[in-house]
């Protein structure tokens, strides 16, 4: 395990425990608030498990009131609040705190109304990414962001960290599929945002909470759009000896206009984990795979599939095989969703990175992670969304060797920081967390970072919710609210103060 600087815990808040966990039974009566070692155990990491800590106290409310309940008790006992879905976060967004009521989302999971006129579906967020589509598929619809974890992250999950997932080249990511919200403040205010319809009035508050990490509000509920199934789906394998001329051959797909449904690609070393995990079919004499799905009328998609193997060979494809029907789809899919798990299987372990660059700078970053990768003497497995630039290079290392973890992070913070160099950003879908939190000032200035908190500050004053993520440094709110007066002169002095 590494070492991670999280905020003190409040000592007055340790030594009420008792008295704390009494009063959040009586919100949230029985097994919904759980205070034994044996019962928070499951909570103690999240999808990032170089990093635990038990949870103060768990609590696991089933209705709005209750959850509002427990925001306001927390509010006015000064009691910090981690909202947790699934836990399969990669960034280490529900990692607990020492001192903090783990609140889990997992009890609403219902699905509330499905309104195929309006091509919606409003859901409670513990309710699973895979579930939305699986509730709609019978009519023909589904909900296109779709990230690997699907079958077991929540929608709340992914409306806090603006998941993404293969479709989103062609689909958008979270944040493009999310219609309406309900969220509940630390104060224990219900809020509605957006609703079946496109726009909202005034400002863009959907913006705000989709991706805002746990920090400004509790999600209750999500609407979400449903798309059509499209007519037909077909996926191509292309095999380059080169793994930089596949890099340029997806810039190029894209150059040409055209919008695959998910253009994904994997290296040398993830080719042969997934292959020997799932036997999908792919080519072992390779050293970049791309995988292009065309959607949409058998006509279009049958036209561009014949381009995109075109540019292909032009890039030096040496291996083309299109999907000749839905199973076979299906197989060239399952060993890139299975790509994790099966690299699992040849590193005791490793550790997921997810910055993006702009598409045409793949060819140099992949040139460039290799050196890095022999620089730190460890392997690196690379799996990307290639269509949107959002790389997840695997760094393989064993924790149980000294010094291999922090070699990792290292690694990792190069990485990240090559991302931010080419005119790419930290995370493309994995959120900060507390993974990123230390490297936002190699993308974001001090005067960057304290207006995002403004943001924060407007929401939650007393930093309650989620602390010691996204953030590498917490201002105090009312320092940062703070006018500078320069030799007694106001700035702006015809703007009314209040
Ligand atoms: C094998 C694997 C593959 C993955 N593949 C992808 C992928 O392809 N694309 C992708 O984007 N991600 C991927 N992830 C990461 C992860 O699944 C997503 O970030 C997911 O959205 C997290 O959902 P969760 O329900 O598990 O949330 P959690 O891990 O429980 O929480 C994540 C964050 O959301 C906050 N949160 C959770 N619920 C709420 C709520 N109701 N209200 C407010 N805040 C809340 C938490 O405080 C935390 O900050 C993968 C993870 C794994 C383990």
Redesign the pocket.
């Known amino acids: 395990m590494s070492s991670l600087a999280m905020p003190a815990p409040e000592a007055a808040t340790l030594a009420r425990r008792a008295e704390i966990v009494a009063a959040l039974r009586a919100i949230v009566p029985g097994e919904g608030t759980v205070d034994h070692e044996t019962g928070m155990r499951p909570y103690e990491t ?2 990032l498990t170089a990093y635990r800590q038990m949870p103060f106290v768990v609590v696991l409310p089933e209705t709005v009131e209750q959850v509002a309940a427990v925001l306001r008790y927390c509010h006015e006992n000064n009691i910090r609040v ?9 960034s280490g ?2 990692l607990p705190l020492a001192d903090a009521v783990l609140l889990s ?1 997992m009890r609403f999971n219902r699905i509330l109304d499905i309104d195929f006129d309006n091509r919606t579906a409003t859901v409670q ?1 513990g309710v699973t990414n895979l579930a939305v589509t699986q509730a709609v598929a019978h009519a023909g619809f589904y909900y296109a962001p779709d ?3 699907q079958i ?3 929608i ?6 603006n ?3 293969v479709h989103c080249l062609k689909y958008g990511l979270t944040t493009n599929n999310v219609l309406g919200l309900e969220v509940v403040t630390i104060e224990g205010e219900v809020l509605r945002f957006g609703g079946k319809h496109l726009d909202q009035e005034g400002y863009d508050w959907l913006a705000f909470m989709v991706g805002s ?2 920090l400004l ?4 509920e999500v609407t979400v759009r449903i798309l059509r199934s499209p007519e037909t789906a077909r996926a191509v394998l292309i095999g380059f000896p080169d793994a930089e001329d596949a890099g340029r051959c997806v810039a190029a797909i894209i150059a040409a206009g055209i919008i695959p449904g998910g253009m994904e690609m994997m290296d040398r070393p993830a080719i042969h984990a997934a292959e020997d995990f799932v036997h999908a079919g792919y080519p072992r004499d390779v050293d970049a795979l791309l995988i292009v799905e065309l959607d949409g009328p058998q006509v279009e998609v049958d036209h561009l599939l014949g381009e995109v193997e075109r540019i292909g060979r032009a890039h030096g494809a040496t291996h083309c095989r299109v999907s000749e029907s839905e199973e076979e789809r299906a197989t060239f899919w399952a060993g890139r969703k299975a790509a ?2 099966a690299v699992g299987r040849i590193s005791p372990d490793y550790m997921c990175m997810d910055g993006t660059i702009p598409r045409r700078e793949l060819p140099t970053v992949l040139k460039r992670m290799a050196e890095l990768s022999q620089k730190h003497g460890l392997r690196v497995a690379n799996v990307f969304h290639a269509g949107d630039g959002n790389l997840h290079p695997l760094i393989l290392f064993d924790a149980n060797e000294p010094g291999e973890l922090d070699r990792a992070e290292a690694f990792g913070a190069d990485i990240l920081r090559l991302c931010v160099e080419v005119g790419g950003c930290l995370t493309g ?3 900060v ?1 507390v993974e990123k939190r230390d490297l936002m000032d190699a993308m974001f200035s001090e005067d960057d970072l304290k207006q995002q908190q403004r943001v924060k500050c407007a929401f939650d004053a007393g930093h309650l919710l ?1 602390p010691g ?1 996204v953030f590498p440094t917490l201002h105090r709110c009312a320092e940062l609210g703070r006018m500078h007066v320069h030799h007694g002169q106001l700035p702006f002095p015809d703007i009314p103060r209040f």
């Open positions: 999240d999808g981690v909202p947790r879905g699934a836990g399969t976060s990669l967004g529900a989302m967020p990230p690997s974890s077991a992250c929540s709340g999950g992914n409306v806090a960290e998941s993404g997932g990490e746990g509000g509790v999600v209750t994790f798990p879908e994995h959120g967390g989620n993520k």
